[in-house]
């Protein structure tokens, strides 16, 4: 029995490295996107004017006599699958798909916060967990500059983790409610301009 546990603590204790290592790679993943979804947002202020402006022009004029030409202006998906639909001509077929593509486009753009969401509190509960066993260890023998140092490996990798998940957290909640938002007003525009074909 006595085996089996010293196997199982080895497997633990080696596993400290790695974890500490993809712990830190996804706290500078989290940095990196925090500092694009802040680029994101400032465009998403400048793109929510513009896409205000034709939504009204639309209920006014009507997906079908309107020129896109001067909303069509930047990188946004919601821009790109428009011109999508305009180039078919809104052909049924063809804007459903694109409303499809832009759906799993859209759950691919999630997917790093979601992963960092998840990973984040996951590595941190492991850098806690794993460096206890020594610092009970150190407890026990009574080396208390031992037991202090795992402990604060085991805080410290706590407090990262978290900080990861809470990245991922809020940029996923803003992000999801953009894509619902364009969603919608891409659909509300195909509606429209087949509306106009009956």
């Given at each position: ?56 022009h639309?209920?006014r ?48 753009e999630?997917?790093i ?55 991922g ?13 364009d ?16």
């Amino acid at each position: 029995m006595t085996l089996f546990t010293n196997i199982l603590y080895w497997i633990s204790t080696s596993l400290l490295i790695p974890i500490i290592v993809f712990l830190l790679l996804a706290f500078v993943k989290s940095l990196l996107m925090l500092g694009g979804f802040y680029g994101l947002y400032m465009s998403r202020l400048r793109f929510k004017k513009n896409a205000d402006r034709l939504l009204n022009h639309l209920k006014r004029e009507g997906a079908k006599k309107i020129d896109f030409a001067g909303y069509i202006q930047g990188k946004s998906l919601f821009l790109k699958y428009l011109k999508t639909m305009i180039d078919v001509s809104w052909h049924p077929v063809h804007c459903e798909k694109a409303v499809s593509d832009f759906e799993i486009e859209g759950e691919k753009e999630l997917e790093i916060s979601k992963t960092l969401m998840r990973i984040g509190p996951m590595l941190g509960l492991m850098g806690t967990l794993i460096p206890m066993g020594p610092a009970l260890t150190g407890l026990a023998a009574g080396d208390i500059a031992s037991m202090a140092l795992n402990m604060q490996v085991a805080f410290s990798t706590t407090v990262v983790g978290i900080f990861i998940g809470a990245i991922g957290f809020v940029t996923q909640l803003v992000k999801q409610r953009w894509f619902a938002e364009d969603l919608n007003n891409l659909q509300y525009v195909y509606e429209l301009a087949r509306s106009e074909d009956r």
